[in-house]
């Protein structure tokens, strides 16, 4: 079974400064896709980033970006320029590619962005 | 701008009383789950459905809870009887391949 490990359980960081969130996965599969969420107070459950393990690039979306690491198993985001909005709940996400695509998901990092 | 919907967006309710939250998802996904989110177990399935046909409802208990999809617009979670373990936020989420949005949940708190 899939297992995603979040292992900073609350991070903090100033306005406008670079934090990264980490994650690491345990799967025997080959292809599969990688997510990291965003819930906000308001627990709408928002898809921040998404990785494909066959790619080597790493996906990029604005301010946040993934260090795709996939013979370490590792999936960091890094969140640039951080701003008031980003303080949320952030859930590293593991799905198969084919067959089952249920996600599986970390306990998640509280995030607090500091004036 | 395409979204899941789900109704009720918050449920209070007696013990031994019935639940339903439905759920419509984003029109042309053929993937529809179900979750639930607590603080104790954070994030997990309770069942999903590929073009309505139900795929796996091991997360469920199943002697109260129930999922279907009486058509592609609509997907309904019931709870017979609720009890107090059951209270938590439910989401809905639907998707195709590698993608899927969340509805805005269903905190159902059962007293």
């Known amino acids: 079974a899939q297992t995603v490990t979040q292992s900073q359980p609350e991070m903090s960081v100033q306005e406008a400064e670079t934090v990264t969130l980490s994650c690491t996965y345990d799967t025997s599969e080959s292809n599969y896709y990688l997510f990291w969420y965003k819930q906000p107070p308001s627990r709408q459950m928002i898809l921040v980033i998404r990785?494909?393990?066959?790619?080597?690039q790493n996906a990029t979306e604005n301010r946040f970006s993934v260090n795709f690491q996939k013979a370490a198993k590792s999936f960091s985001l890094k969140i640039s320029d951080s701003q008031l909005g980003d303080t949320a709940m952030y859930f590293c996400a593991f799905a198969n590619q084919g067959g089952s695509e249920k996600l599986v998901f970390g306990k998640g990092t509280k995030l607090t962005v500091n004036p | 701008d395409a979204r899941v919907t789900q109704t009720p967006r918050d449920k209070v309710t007696e013990m031994g009383q019935e639940v339903t939250m439905r759920c419509q998802p984003i029109l042309g996904h053929n993937t529809v789950f179900w979750y639930r989110q607590t603080m104790m177990q954070g994030l997990e399935l309770l069942a999903y459905f590929r073009n309505r046909a139900p795929l796996d409802d091991s997360g469920m208990p199943k002697d109260r809870f129930s999922a279907e999809m009486p058509d592609a617009t609509l997907a309904t979670l019931k709870i017979q009887p609720s009890e107090p373990r059951d209270s938590a936020v439910y989401f809905c989420a639907s998707g195709r391949v590698g993608e899927q949005f969340f509805g805005p949940g269903t905190r159902l708190t059962v007293l």
């Open positions: 990785q494909e393990a066959y790619k080597q």
